[in-house]
């Protein structure tokens, strides 16, 4: 038999108030973070606005970007790279409606965006467009199959291999790339006699008209209040009461304490984020329940033993699980962290840094919990089930 | 333990069985989301306000119709705010027959008297009718719109229940903004005679009328896109409307330049035939969406048919015949939402988390078989038949896997072999304990079984409001995570146990387990 530790005996609950001033400490700093510092940054979801994904066909920086936006107005867009090297940027058109200055409609954001876009082509493209050339990296299929009349027979199966290349890529670079894709020469030469290679795709556009924001805020507030009030209720109904409040606030530590961490980095919180907190939430209270539930099977065995003394011993029973079942999670979140890709990266990172602080709540906080609660209001009966 | 293996093991094979029958092919079965395969999301608002708007401007023309009817004059009768109109200045002696005409004619209204006026306001279950109507009817007008442009499997929906919100899902559409204009348009089609104009201003327009609009006519502005701009004064009550149409197609006029051809239905024929016929070298002005597109000069008398200039570009003529035929809006939408994804960031998503998916299936299957050697196997072969009942779920509920969702299913990878360490570490326990094998491993599972059940039904809490909440990605999150957690238990506790017993059931007397 394998195993990483014998079935250890540490006091954990030793340690409770140490674990309660760090946990502690860090809540009061990322508060005072979120309130008066640097602030949690919240994504069109909930403020509203445009979020723009462009691909570049060539390098370009985002000092450059920044630069071609600034005589427009838009340098106060937050830009950033996506991934180094993949020249692939993120922009987002915040507050550069000014509250009160037009009425904040969708479509105030979405010309917004328009004017974005066209910042960013290269003059040359609308030189190019202006002379009759077709951009091969916007054009849709059925333009395409009619540029290539003068193969008839090829003309259908060679536009769908190209939109396929260039959804494979993000962008057409060079007219030589399209060899790799299996193109015939011929086709090649007459596609760049008709078209030119624009200077930017654009991988996804989203716009948040204010109202939904608003509301998307509601409920997304509401939802986290009413799974740990379900929660809540269920452990109450399977436990005790003093182990559902011990549940939930441990949750609302782990809530806490995430967006806290969350504060100090450059990740903006979106609804995918709030889903990771509920799940982290659903996360945490499985393990929690674990200990709890070794708990309530010894209070029946161990009937001599002070309660603080039991927790610890069924803390030490159940820590081989809790460490291999948080291993094996956190595991898999940090492939999806490491190579999920771009789009879901905050979220894995949510996840990340939740399931940790999750495990860790399970054993320093919720323990220590039931136990003030059962000193604060039953301090004589005897702490059984 | 003397349970019969046979029958748990056909249940077993049966669940597999039919969640890879409901799974394959993948490439049918699984809905892919777009922010996997591409497309528009848009959620959009009907403004419900428009129809009783509507609503109470009819009334008010009917009550006028009756007051005629009955000889009866008021010096005024105006809309306080669309679904109230109040009239003021009634004479003590026609109360008693206004009295009459409302509680004939207007079932759908209340009123009330005070001094010499008379609000009147639209019933509160009328009114949620009609909004109820209004966004019914808009779903089917842009159903119908969205059919004719032609996207594979569009997706349109309510949301809510008395919700005024609409969902419209469109995969793998090139051109957005087109898509978006054609459902924006609310198409109201109005053909209405010119009575002066085109003027740069309305004081211009209105000089011939001691500046003021009579009431039998009204000020539109041309479509500073199809004319030249300015100001027309025309006729209040349109000759035809858009509801008159039979059919609309692209064409070109004359000059061969795109433009909108149009059959009238016999009853629509019939009128704009006497219109036209009294009004030849007349201007009749085209009045979409309250913008004049074009004021032709009436040459002939013409009946069911007839063309629409304006400065149209091919696209723009096609896309106008397109709404023209679907029908008009009951109300102006307004976007909220709006979302783009291009195909090339939902293959570049699909790539990405799969891999990471793979990775991280291999990383904890082989670290099972390391700590928990052949019962580890034991546990990759469950975790295995989970991922299998997954998109079988998937399948069944026709559900859609999303970026977030496959996240999801990440994430149950990890936490799937939770149950089934929580039950091993459990057997080790009993075994270091001195108990037999079979014993230990009876006693792991029913010990770990109520665990089990706990943990995983408040993870299940927290998903099934997640659901409720969510909208699209963040839904399918939380199926995944859903089914993946209830497959979990299926396959932890059953198809484990199962195996273990079908294993050491053909030892005589197993002494050694590899756990």
Known sequence: ?385 | MKRSLGWRLILTVIVIGLSIFLATPPKEKIKLGLDLKGGVHLALQVMTQDAINIETDQAIARFQEQLKKKEITVPGVSKVEPGNFKVSGIKPDDEGKIRDILDEFFRDWNYSFSGDSVSVILKPEVDRYLRDQAVNQALETIRNRIDQFGVAEPTIQRQGLAGERLIVELPGVENPERVKNIIRTTALLEFKLVKAGPAPDEETLLKDFNGQVPEDMEVVRGDPKRTQGGYYLVSKVAAITGKDLRTARRSSDEWNNPAVAFTLNPDGARRFEQVTSENIGKPLAIVLDGRIQSAPTIQDRISDSGIIHGRFTIEEAEDLALVLRAGALPASIKYLEERTIGPALGLDSIRKGVRAGIAALIAIMAFMVFYYRLSGINADVALIFNLIIIFGGLGYFHATLTLPGIAGIILTIGMAVDANILIFERIREELAAGKGVMSSIAAGFSRAFRTILDSNLTTIIAAIFLFQFGTGPVKGFAVTLIIGILASMFTAVFVSRLIFDFVLSRKKRPEQLSI
């Not at chain 1, 199966?157 to 290349?165: F, G, L, P, S």
């Not at chain 1, 060079?174 to 090649?188: Q, R, T, V």
């Not at chain 1, 990740?267 to 889903?275: G, V």
């Open chain 1, 1 to 385: 038999m394998f195993r990483f530790f014998k079935p250890p005996n540490i006091k954990f609950l030793r340690y409770k108030y140490f674990a309660f001033a760090l946990s502690g400490l860090i809540i009061i700093i990322g508060m005072l973070n979120i309130t008066l510092g640097k602030g949690l940054k919240f994504g069109i979801d909930f403020t509203g606005g445009t979020f723009i994904r462009v691909k570049f066909s060539q390098p370009i920086s985002t000092d450059e970007i920044r630069a071609r936006l600034a005589p427009k107005g838009l340098g106060g867009s937050i830009i950033q790279e996506i991934e180094k090297g993949q020249r692939e940027y993120q922009i987002r058109t915040a507050g550069l409606i000014k509250k009160g200055e037009k009425p904040e409609e969708i479509e105030a954001h979405e010309v917004i965006g328009n004017m974005v876009i066209e910042a960013l082509r290269e003059a040359k493209d609308t030189q190019l467009i202006e002379k009759g050339l077709k951009d091969l990296n916007t054009i849709d299929h059925k333009e395409l199959v009619s540029l290539l009349a003068a193969f008839p027979e090829e003309a259908e199966a060679a536009a769908n291999r190209i939109i396929e290349w260039r959804d494979e890529k993000g962008i057409i670079d060079n007219f030589d790339s399209l060899k790799e894709a299996g193109l015939k020469e011929e086709i090649i030469a007459s596609l760049k006699e008709k078209t030119f290679l624009g200077s930017l795709s654009i991988l996804s556009r989203e716009t948040v008209g204010p109202q939904a924001g608003k509301e998307l805020r509601k409920k997304a507030v509401l939802a986290t209040v009413w799974a740990l009030i379900g929660m809540l209720i269920y452990i109450a109904l399977r436990f005790k009461i003093a182990y559902g409040v011990a549940g939930v606030l441990t949750l609302a530590h782990d809530v806490l304490v995430t967006l806290s961490i969350y504060s100090f980095t450059n990740r903006e919180i979106n609804l995918p984020i709030i889903a990771a907190l509920l799940t982290l939430v659903g996360y945490s209270i499985n393990d929690t329940i674990v200990i709890f539930d070794r708990i309530r099977e010894n209070l029946r065995v161990m009937r001599k033993l002070p309660l603080e003394e039991l927790m610890n011993v069924s803390i030490n029973q159940t820590l081989s699980r809790t460490i291999l079942t948080a291993g094996t999670t956190i595991l898999a979140v940090l492939f999806l962290f490491l190579f999920g890709g771009k789009v879901i990266n905050d979220f894995a990172f949510t996840l990340l840094i939740g399931l940790v602080i999750g495990t860790y709540s399970s054993v320093y906080q919720s323990c220590p919990i039931v136990l003030y609660w059962q000193k604060l209001f039953a301090p004589k009966k005897a702490l059984r089930r």
